[in-house]
Every structure is written in C-alpha cells, then in structure tokens.
C-alpha cells in the first residue's frame, strides 16, 4: 500500500492531534514513514546549500526554487509532491554569531551580502493533496554546517522572547536563535539541529500569534505540527509551558541518544520543548562505530536510517522502511565497507554543476515571512 494512501486516513493522529499517544513506543509504521517523509525535506536543505566559501554563491541555495526538488532527488519515484513557493533568508545580528550556521564568503562581492538562505516554504500539489488527505504548508529550515565549530563556540545566554511571545513575560529564548529569526490545511515546521530550533521557534510563533487562523473563516485554526530532529535546547520552562498549552500546536522531537547537540547549551534554565522520540542507531549492523560529534548529528545517518529500522533504546535495531543504504554515505563515511558504497558521493556527483540560474530575491524578515504563510490560510 503506497504510504502516502495511510496518511491520508490518519495524517490529524500523525500530526500529534493526540500528542503522538500510543504512535511512539513502540513507534508506528505510518509515523515511522511519515518522519521520514518529512526529514527528507529537511536534508534537501543541506544537499542545496553552498558551503565553499571560496565561491561568490557561499551561503546560497544551488538550485532555484522550479529545480529544487527536483535536482537533490525528492521528486524521483516520490508520488507526494510539494511547490516551493518563497525562499527564506536571514541575516544574524549576534557579534557572536559563528560561522557554523552564517557561513560568509571570502570573496568582495559575494551574492547574497552578509544574508545567507535558511530554507524554503513549499505547499503541498493537488496529487500532494489527496495523499496527505489535505493541503500541506511545509517551512523548513536548514541546520548547522560545521558542527566542531559550533560545539566549541557555544555560549549564548537566555534573553527575552517578548518580541516575538508578547502574552510571556517570562519566556525565554537562545539569543542567537532569537536574532536569526526575529479547504483541510495544515502548517507543518521542520528542522534539523540549529533547524530544528528555528522550527519550534518559527511553529510557536505561527500558533501563538494566530497566525494559522484564516481570515475567511476566523473560527477556523490550522493545526501546526513540529517535527523537529537533533535540536539543540531552545529556551527556558515558561517558554515550554507556553508552548505546551497553545491548542493546534504540536511537536515532536527525534533524538538520537549518542547525539550530543541535544545536550547543548550545557548551561542552567535551558529545557527542551515538545514530545520525544528516541532512536539508537549503535544498534545499526551497517554502520561503523564513531566517536565523531558531526557524524552522530548527521542527518541521513543518525536520524533517516535510525527512522527507518530503530525500535527504541532497548530493543534491536530492524529496518521496517525500506530506503537505500546508499543514502548513509551521502554525506558521510558511516556505511561499512562490505556495502562498497564510496564515501560522501553527494558532493562528487554536484561538485561540476555549481550554481544554477536563479533569481536574486531579498532577505525576508521575520513579518514578511509570516505574511508568506497567511497566503495559504
């Protein structure tokens, strides 16, 4: 049965309609695929992104939004398909804001200035529509490239999330997130690592401010779901309590337990937001051992192949999806050697195409990118 007929019937329940109650332990098949599905479009985030920052394009997406998908593989067999409708820019104000998530160019006239591309907006298609059992607002948002970098840089306080939660006065937020980002329809909000913060932030301040509400029918709210993997902690309990309270708002968080980003900051007041999945992936018979905290983080590794056969802590590892173990190797070496799949291909297959044709759009802020999503309401 193709997966996404089963979202279509169950798509409210694996949105956390219920708070995910009964679907995690042990973790459902639909959910199982239905994360998967979802943190595939986060890692197309970093299979577009520019890191050479040799290049004029350094912090730019490769591929325009009509070749996106397209071009990073999403669409290839994939009956659900999504439309990228905007691309979402930041620039960080925080001095002390590392290169690890703002990558900057070396040469003198780079392309985007001091803005890098954060993610994208995409809806759902008509065919996208019926498998999902209703028209999906998708934002995701890219995570952190140098992950070394930033586990030794990170010392960034508790501030005042009021500019973007004004009915809390207590709740808190890391300020360097707070300055990268200051019909049946659903909003869901992904991310991967410092992705996965922006993700709740960016969810919690669609629910809280109203903006999921339609102005056609004001009775009606969208439901707004986060699926977060590998974040970092975000803020402090009140901003916890506040999100855990708002109605139509949901999220999960997919944690590996030999990740050590989720720990981070190490500091007192940090507590982290939503509803949690565990996955182990020591337990995986085709990956090599590895102490390294970037290949513990890396996405395709640590969190799509754990998805795809993880049963928790405890129990053995099994795959229940079936996705090419060539993946693993996408962006790492983790694969074992007997699988003869060569290391870190993704970047010897994209090396030679650069930077396609695009059309030089500016920064969004905050506001505009909320004005982006109340299109769809």
């Not at 890191?51 to 350094?58: A, E, I, L, N």
């Not at 990228?84 to 620039?91: E, Q």
């Not at 840089?153 to 005042?160: A, C, E, G, I, Q």
Request: a positive charge.
């Amino acid at each position: 049965m193709p997966p996404g007929r089963s979202f279509a019937k169950k798509w409210r329940k694996l949105s956390g309609e219920d708070k995910w109650n009964s679907l995690l332990r042990p973790l459902d098949i639909d959910l199982r695929r239905y994360l998967i599905h979802y943190g595939e479009r986060v890692q197309a985030n970093y299979d577009t992104f520019v890191v050479d920052r040799k290049s004029r394009y350094t912090g730019a997406s490769k591929f325009s939004k009509k070749q996106m998908f397209s071009e990073v593989g999403i669409d290839k067999g994939n009956p659900i398909k999504y439309r990228i409708v905007k691309y979402i820019y930041a620039t960080s104000t925080s001095p002390d804001s590392p290169q690890s998530y703002i990558l900057k160019s070396l040469v003198k006239d780079p392309w985007l200035g001091q803005s890098n591309w954060m993610g994208y907006v995409a809806v759902s298609t008509d065919r996208g529509k019926r498998l999902l059992g209703r028209r999906d607002i998708l934002v995701s948002w890219r995570g952190t490239i140098q992950i070394a970098e930033w586990v030794e840089n990170f010392d960034f306080p508790l501030v005042s999330a009021s500019k973007v939660f004004k009915q809390s006065i207590c709740a808190q937020v890391h300020s360097g997130y707070l300055s990268i980002y200051t019909s049946k329809t659903s909003i869901t909000v992904v991310g991967h690592s410092l992705g996965g913060a922006l993700a709740t932030l960016s969810g919690g301040d669609i629910a809280i401010n109203g903006y999921n509400e339609t102005k056609s029918r004001p009775k009606k709210t969208i439901p707004v779901t986060v699926f977060a993997y590998g974040n970092p902690f975000l803020g402090n309990i009140c901003l916890r309590e506040l999100l855990h309270k708002k109605e139509k708002l949901n999220i999960l968080r997919v944690v590996n337990v030999i990740d050590y980003i989720p720990l981070l900051p190490p500091f007192v007041g940090y507590i982290h937001i939503g509803q949690e999945l565990w996955v182990d992936t020591r337990k995986s018979k085709y990956l090599k051992p590895t102490e390294s905290y970037a290949k513990r983080h890396n996405m395709e590794a640590a969190y799509l192949h754990a998805l795809a056969g993880s049963h928790g802590i405890e129990a053995e590892f099994r795959l229940e999806v079936d996705r090419d173990l060539a993946l693993v190797n996408k962006r790492s070496n983790l694969l074992k050697e007997e699988y003869m799949i060569p290391q870190h291909w993704w970047e010897a297959i994209t090396y030679s195409s650069g930077v396609t044709a695009m059309v030089k759009e500016n920064p969004k802020t905050h506001y505009q990118f909320i004005k982006i999503l109340g299109n769809w309401g």
